[in-house]
């Protein structure tokens, strides 16, 4: 299994290491679901094991039922983790087609290895096993709730569709499309691992908003990294966003900086690809640090991880909410 999140925040020994049994077990239970009576399926499966990076959302599933009164991981919380990792995953072998991504964690990813529509169905296949998965939960509610969820991924993801190439995005629409492409899927997992440890409403409600904030906390680094990352370190492909023509919110800030005049010339440059090569990068990055581009949106991202620490003032002391409180610092610092 790769490194999960819960190795890197070693301070909370006896939660990371229920935590960690528990993520075994999540591992166990996705390659089981998607067992296939089909060699070749079994060994696309097996290939985008590599696709699991730091468990996050599986993490805070566990991690979130821990808070919420829940003394040891049960099967129901095993079961949400592995649908929530499932859908993720598949996320990240369509977005791969969209962004024409050669590198994913280090590895090729399975557009570059095996083309596009193996990618697309292989995507399809993670889904539909997840709600495969989903649908053995002893509650309807919780299947309707992915459901809706995973709809609104695919609207977010749609919606940026929709504004590609649109210099003139502003920041609302940029977080109503982060909104449903990232964080609501990071916030379904926290819901949802307080909601199978029976926990009140109003601790749901704050968990799931405490993911919510996490997970806007969280793209937005991502976008960050994307535009001032090392490849290397970060082990996917990147400068993908602006090749693509999708504005993020350094550069929304960016553009908004300037007058109409330079805002002009960017946009022109940026148009015709102008930031494609490691030179005009390296100058686009230079812009972005000289109008204070880098530093708003993080500041913006820190922001939002104080409002996502804020909502867990609720819940009672314990070493899983010492752990969240971490891991949503975590977000922040990270550098892949």
Do not use: W
């Not at 296939?36 to 039922?65: A, D, F, H, Q, T």
């Not at 399975?110 to 989903?134: A, P, Q, R, W």
């Amino acid at each position: 299994m790769t490194t999960a999140l819960v190795d890197i925040l070693p301070a909370h020994t006896g939660v990371a290491h229920e935590v960690r049994r528990g993520l075994v077990r999540v591992v166990e239970r996705f390659e089981r679901q998607l067992d296939s009576r089909l060699e070749p399926v079994n060994e696309l499966c097996r290939y985008i094991e590599r696709y699991r990076g730091k468990m996050l959302r599986p993490m805070l599933v566990l991690v979130s039922g821990m808070a919420s009164g829940l003394r040891e991981v049960n099967e129901a919380h095993i079961t949400i983790g592995a649908v929530i990792e499932m859908i993720h995953v598949a996320t990240l072998v369509h977005d791969d087609v969209l962004d024409d991504a050669e590198v994913r964690r280090g590895s090729a990813t399975v557009n570059h290895m095996h083309g596009t529509e193996v990618s697309v169905i292989l995507g399809d296949y993670l889904i539909s096993k997840s709600f495969h998965l989903c649908s053995q939960l002893d509650t309807q509610a919780a299947a309707l709730r992915v459901g809706e969820v995973t709809s609104r991924v695919c609207e977010g993801e749609l919606l940026q569709l929709a504004h590609r190439g649109d210099f003139a995005l502003d920041e609302r629409t940029y977080f109503e499309i982060i909104g449903g492409k990232t964080a609501c899927l990071i916030g379904l997992a926290c819901e949802m691992g307080a909601r199978f440890s029976g926990a009140d409403d109003e601790t749901i409600r704050r968990l799931g908003e405490f993911g919510t904030r996490v997970g806007l906390a969280f793209q937005i680094t991502d976008d960050l990294l994307d535009l001032v990352g090392d490849e290397e370190t970060v082990g996917k492909s990147l400068g993908k966003d602006i090749e693509k023509g999708k504005l993020t919110l350094p550069m929304i800030h960016h553009l908004a900086s300037l007058d109409a005049r330079e805002r002009g010339v960017i946009v022109e440059s940026l148009s015709r690809g102008g930031a494609g090569d490691a030179g005009a990068r390296r100058a686009l990055i230079e812009r972005l640090h000289r109008t204070g581009s880098v530093a708003y949106a993080r500041a913006r991202a820190g922001e939002l991880i104080g409002e996502a620490k804020s909502l867990l003032g609720g819940l009672e002391e314990s070493g899983a909410r010492a752990y969240l409180l971490d891991a949503a610092d975590a977000v922040l610092t990270r550098s892949a």
